[in-house]
């Protein structure tokens, strides 16, 4: 029997309440280490402090004591387990990271009389099933450790660097003193001097913001912290959204998880104030997962969340002013939306993607089987699927089934999200729709999988335009005739995904104005708002300001359609309003020897001109976000709207009972197959649900 079998066997949890925890001591080097084989006292040397090492005794203890004890959080990493401990007078093999978190807590005097629970090694790894079992304990472990330690790896000149940021602004966010006008006047100093320094070249960052998943090209001041793998594993996440007290450690520095709230907060109100809300962040992501996962659950009074702010835009933002006001906590809602949206988290095995929420599910009242890692991938999705939807009676789950690169192959039913997914399409914003005017849901699940919920038939797809992917996957350079593949490649990264992605957009303003050939203005509007969405809608109740955002938005249409005959009247008769003022700061010096001709010239000037002008910047980047995997369609009644890319033509758009957002379907002989939810204006406020909700049809999803 291995070392590591003799542990677990000498230790075995006995009732289902039971678990394991080890306790932590410095010891002596031991005269075991004489009867350890010389190549094994080489792979223990970590474990050894000069004439010291760390020695682990493991104890059971049950729930059910209430045992006091610290958890540790810390991310696997894909880690081989190289690192030696001796636990119970046996060698036990554990990842570097979690051998460098318990040397560094074992530092400190406290952790001398503390128990704590780490994963890998109060869990025998190797069996399933009681690993199997130890899953649908993580709630419960994780809400009665008096603390949940985070462990995020040892500090560098880097890190250090961005921690002094993070203890600046945390005092700052804690400085009551600080009031009004002079706060706000110092949330501004602070953002300026020391958060935007990822746009301290203006001119370096702009390319970027105009193909958005490049930003992460740029180094955030605080990525060095919030950058690290833990904050973008899954596992990690409920161990942080049950504690009830959280400490982040980097190396021998910490701070409360809850500090790291106040600095999101401080940077989102300075970010507004200063109006650089059209150049989103990821770096705060994590953080701001688990505040609304524990404001759902109902948990806010645990960790601190500081302030939550409402907030349109600044003053001298082009869409219009700030206005920002403190908001209640949200209300519990459903947390099929949370949960899709967690699982882009990291999670070495996809089964994982489901068993890494566990502990969340569970708390939210959401009975799942008991987790079992000989299940079929499809089948644990299905059943989770099920299990959401039946709990939120709701279909918001359906609006996440347009996703794409996943590891479940063809086995899900289309109601089904693939939790695996590598990524999905933009879907708009359900808050500010309601297609079948806020009816209830009605659904029913079959034994045989499939879920029966009721619409009507609205329209039907005719035509699609090419979907615009700003990564350019097995590029087709026969649609870019105008270009020398040897000098597109030779181009800087940005401008090389600047061409085709502005002749894709190009390409949707024709196909928009062909569906409305006789008003130019009327099909602006109406793309305005198929690609702006809730930005038109909170507009449109204000004709001043729908104005101004068509007119806008026209300029970012003209600025786009500039390069379609290959040429731009510099010279000619100067044009009025807003355009004007774009073309006259327009530079086509940038520092690169590009060839003087063709479209590649115009295209560097129109491509200048987005970065100069604020307003078609904003649009531009607004747009690409909610374009990216999806395309527009124009229908049989001659509706214009946008959907994943995955539709073709035939497919049937129905409005069903309980979903805000029309929905794409393609029939199939026993029913239909979901494609994915649509944006249509004309259809998003209920304006062609039936009367009563009266005559509907019954759609099997399959």
Same mark, same amino acid.
């Given at each position: 029997?291995?070392?590591?079998?003799?542990?677990?066997?000498?230790?075995?949890?006995?009732?289902?309440?039971?678990?394991?925890?080890?306790?932590?001591?410095?010891?002596?080097?031991?005269?075991?280490?004489?009867?350890?084989?010389?190549?094994?006292?080489?792979?223990?040397?970590?474990?050894?402090?000069?004439?010291?090492?760390?020695?682990?005794?493991?104890?059971?203890?049950?729930?059910?004591?209430?045992?006091?004890?610290?958890?540790?959080?810390?991310?696997?990493?894909?880690?081989?387990?190289?690192?030696?401990?001796?636990?119970?007078?046996?060698?036990?093999?554990?990842?570097?990271?979690?051998?460098?978190?318990?040397?560094?807590?074992?530092?400190?005097?406290?952790?001398?009389?503390?128990?704590?629970?780490?994963?890998?090694?109060?869990?025998?790894?190797?069996?399933?099933?009681?690993?199997?079992?130890?899953?649908?304990?993580?709630?419960?472990?994780?809400?009665?450790?008096?603390?949940?330690?985070?462990?995020?790896?040892?500090?560098?000149?880097?890190?250090?660097?961005?921690?002094?940021?993070?203890?600046?602004?945390?005092?700052?966010?804690?400085?009551?003193?600080?009031?009004?006008?002079?706060?706000?006047?110092?949330?501004?100093?602070?953002?300026?001097?020391?958060?935007?320094?990822?746009?301290?070249?203006?001119?370096?960052?702009?390319?970027? +913001?105009? &193909?958005? $998943?490049?930003?992460?090209?740029? %180094?955030?001041?605080? @990525?060095? #912290?919030?950058? !690290?793998?833990?904050?973008?594993?899954?596992?990690?996440?409920?161990?942080?959204?049950?504690?009830?007290?959280?400490?982040?450690?980097?190396?021998?520095?910490?701070?409360?998880?809850?500090?790291?709230?106040?600095?999101?907060?401080? +940077?989102? &109100?300075? $970010?507004?104030?200063?109006?650089? %809300?059209?150049?989103? @962040?990821? #770096?705060?992501? !994590?953080?701001?997962?688990?505040?609304?996962?524990?404001?759902?659950?109902?948990?806010?009074?645990?960790?601190?969340?500081?302030?939550?702010?409402?907030?349109?835009?600044?003053?001298?933002?082009?869409?219009?002013?700030?206005?920002?006001?403190? &908001?209640?906590?949200?209300?519990?809602?459903?947390?099929?939306?949370?949960?899709?949206?967690?699982?882009?988290?990291?999670?070495?095995?996809?089964?994982?993607?489901?068993?890494?929420?566990?502990?969340?599910?569970?708390?939210?009242?959401?009975?799942?089987?008991?987790?079992?890692?000989?299940?079929?991938?499809?089948?644990?999705?299905?059943?989770?699927?099920?299990?959401?939807?039946?709990?939120?009676?709701?279909?918001?789950?359906?609006?996440?089934?347009?996703?794409?690169?996943?590891?479940?192959?063809?086995?899900?039913?289309?109601?089904?999200?693939?939790?695996?997914?590598?990524?999905?399409?933009?879907?708009?914003?359900?808050?500010?729709?309601?297609?079948?005017?806020?009816?209830?849901?009605?659904?029913?699940?079959?034994?045989?999988?499939?879920?029966?919920?009721?619409?009507?038939?609205?329209?039907?797809?005719?035509?699609?335009?090419?979907?615009?992917?700003?990564?350019?996957?097995?590029?087709?350079?026969?649609?870019?005739?105008?270009?020398?593949?040897?000098?597109?490649?030779?181009?800087?990264?940005?401008?090389?995904?600047?061409?085709?992605?502005?002749?894709?957009?190009?390409?949707?303003?024709?196909?928009?104005?062909?569906?409305?050939?006789?008003?130019?203005?009327?099909?602006?509007?109406?793309?305005?708002?198929?690609?702006?969405?809730?930005?038109?809608?909170?507009?449109?109740?204000?004709?001043?300001?729908?104005?101004?955002?068509?007119?806008?938005?026209?300029?970012?249409?003209?600025?786009?359609?500039?390069?379609?005959?290959?040429?731009?009247?510099?010279?000619?008769?100067?044009?009025?309003?807003?355009?004007?003022?774009?073309?006259?700061?327009?530079?086509?010096?940038?520092?690169?020897?590009?060839?003087?001709?063709?479209?590649?010239?115009?295209?560097?000037?129109?491509?200048?001109?987005?970065?100069?002008?604020?307003?078609?910047?904003?649009?531009?980047?607004?747009?690409?976000?909610?374009?990216?995997?999806?395309?527009?369609?124009?229908?049989?009644?001659?509706?214009?709207?946008?959907?994943?890319?995955?539709?073709?033509?035939?497919?049937?758009?129905?409005?069903?009972?309980?979903?805000?957002?029309?929905?794409?379907?393609?029939?199939?002989?026993?029913?239909?197959?979901?494609?994915?939810?649509?944006?249509?204006?004309?259809?998003?406020?209920?304006?062609?649900?039936?009367?009563?909700?009266?005559?509907?049809?019954?759609?099997?999803?399959?």
């Amino acid at each position: 029997m291995s070392a590591p079998s003799r542990i677990y066997a000498d230790l075995p949890l006995r009732t289902s309440r039971q678990i394991r925890l080890l306790k932590l001591e410095w010891k002596k080097e031991p005269f075991l280490l004489r009867h350890i084989p010389a190549f094994r006292r080489r792979r223990m040397s970590s474990s050894i402090n000069g004439y010291w090492r760390l020695d682990c005794t493991i104890t059971v203890a049950s729930l059910d004591d209430s045992p006091d004890f610290h958890a540790l959080s810390y991310a696997w990493e894909s880690q081989a387990a190289t690192e030696a401990l001796i636990c119970n007078n046996y060698e036990l093999l554990v990842t570097r990271n979690c051998c460098s978190a318990l040397h560094s807590i074992a530092q400190d005097e406290w952790s001398r009389s503390c128990f704590f629970w780490v994963d890998s090694i109060c869990i025998d790894q190797d069996s399933i099933a009681e690993r199997n079992h130890q899953v649908t304990l993580m709630a419960d472990i994780y809400k009665t450790a008096r603390v949940v330690d985070i462990w995020l790896g040892e500090a560098d000149q880097d890190s250090l660097g961005a921690l002094k940021e993070l203890e600046f602004l945390t005092w700052l966010a804690k400085a009551d003193r600080v009031q009004g006008d002079r706060r706000m006047r110092a949330l501004q100093k602070i953002r300026k001097d020391q958060v935007s320094s990822v746009f301290k070249d203006r001119n370096l960052a702009l390319p970027y +913001i105009l &193909v958005p $998943e490049d930003m992460v090209s740029f %180094t955030h001041p605080l @990525s060095p #912290i919030l950058g !690290r793998t833990w904050f973008g594993r899954l596992w990690t996440l409920q161990e942080i959204v049950l504690a009830s007290v959280a400490v982040v450690r980097l190396g021998a520095h910490s701070m409360t998880w809850s500090d790291l709230c106040d600095v999101d907060n401080q +940077i989102t &109100v300075a $970010e507004v104030s200063l109006g650089l %809300t059209q150049y989103p @962040s990821d #770096i705060f992501q !994590r953080v701001r997962i688990v505040a609304d996962l524990r404001i759902i659950l109902g948990m806010e009074e645990g960790l601190r969340y500081g302030r939550r702010w409402q907030y349109n835009l600044p003053h001298d933002h082009p869409f219009g002013p700030i206005s920002m006001k403190r &908001v209640d906590p949200l209300p519990r809602s459903s947390i099929g939306p949370r949960f899709f949206l967690s699982c882009k988290l990291a999670a070495a095995d996809p089964r994982d993607k489901l068993f890494g929420q566990f502990g969340i599910l569970q708390e939210h009242g959401i009975c799942l089987a008991t987790p079992d890692y000989h299940k079929p991938l499809s089948t644990l999705y299905q059943e989770a699927s099920r299990a959401i939807i039946t709990h939120d009676s709701t279909l918001e789950l359906l609006y996440f089934t347009c996703t794409e690169g996943g590891s479940s192959g063809q086995n899900l039913p289309s109601w089904a999200p693939d939790l695996s997914y590598d990524w999905f399409p933009w879907i708009p914003d359900w808050a500010f729709t309601a297609a079948s005017q806020a009816t209830e849901a009605r659904f029913q699940f079959s034994e045989c999988g499939s879920l029966t919920v009721y619409g009507v038939p609205i329209d039907v797809v005719i035509e699609q335009t090419r979907s615009i992917d700003t990564t350019m996957p097995n590029t087709d350079w026969s649609t870019y005739p105008t270009l020398n593949r040897n000098e597109y490649v030779s181009k800087p990264k940005y401008f090389r995904k600047f061409i085709p992605v502005m002749e894709s957009l190009r390409s949707w303003i024709t196909f928009a104005l062909e569906c409305h050939t006789e008003q130019t203005e009327h099909a602006h509007g109406l793309l305005c708002q198929v690609l702006l969405q809730e930005v038109a809608q909170a507009f449109g109740a204000d004709p001043e300001k729908w104005t101004r955002l068509q007119g806008r938005f026209s300029i970012w249409c003209e600025l786009l359609k500039a390069t379609e005959n290959h040429e731009m009247e510099w010279e000619s008769e100067p044009r009025t309003g807003l355009i004007s003022e774009v073309l006259t700061k327009s530079s086509p010096a940038t520092g690169d020897d590009y060839p003087d001709s063709g479209l590649e010239l115009l295209v560097e000037q129109l491509y200048n001109q987005l970065i100069l002008d604020d307003t078609s910047r904003t649009v531009h980047h607004i747009v690409l976000t909610r374009a990216k995997g999806n395309c527009l369609f124009r229908s049989l009644a001659g509706k214009l709207g946008i959907a994943s890319r995955k539709i073709q033509k035939g497919d049937e758009v129905f409005l069903i009972a309980g979903s805000a957002l029309p929905m794409i379907l393609r029939r199939r002989k026993t029913g239909y197959r979901i494609i994915g939810p649509a944006y249509i204006p004309g259809v998003m406020q209920g304006e062609m649900w039936p009367q009563g909700g009266q005559g509907l049809t019954t759609l099997e999803l399959i």
